[in-house]
């Protein structure tokens, strides 16, 4: 059992919990959702990690997304599926460069 796999287990009391296989897969884990009304708590991958497990195995970047998207990406075995996340830069103003615009607005008094 790999070291994610035992600390999601030990987070979650040993409850029925699915994984994707194959279990290097699990390097790919980054947590476990929260309990929901309509889906219980489970495991959560991220995608480009998983992109990375794939590739590391010698398949190309394309072959390891169709990969993902047919054998991964697209099963369903109920509320504890697990969830994939793709993560997104968000890009914000530095705080220097806020105050300095607001410095130079402000109206004299």
């Known amino acids: ?64 997304e169709e990969w993902l998207s047919f054998n991964t990406l697209a099963t369903w075995w109920g509320e504890k599926t697990p969830i994939v996340i793709k993560r997104v830069t968000v890009k914000r103003a530095e705080p220097w460069r806020i105050r300095n615009k607001t410095l130079q607005t402000a109206k004299p008094s």
Do not use: H, N, W
């Open 1 to 64: 059992m790999t070291p994610e796999r035992r600390a999601i287990l030990d987070e979650l009391g040993d409850e029925d919990v699915f994984f994707f296989e194959p279990q290097g897969m699990d390097a790919a884990i980054v947590g476990v959702s929260c309990d929901q009304p309509k889906r219980k708590v489970c495991v959560v991958y991220d995608y480009e990690k998983l992109v990375t497990y794939f590739r590391d195995q010698g398949m190309s970047r394309e072959d390891a």
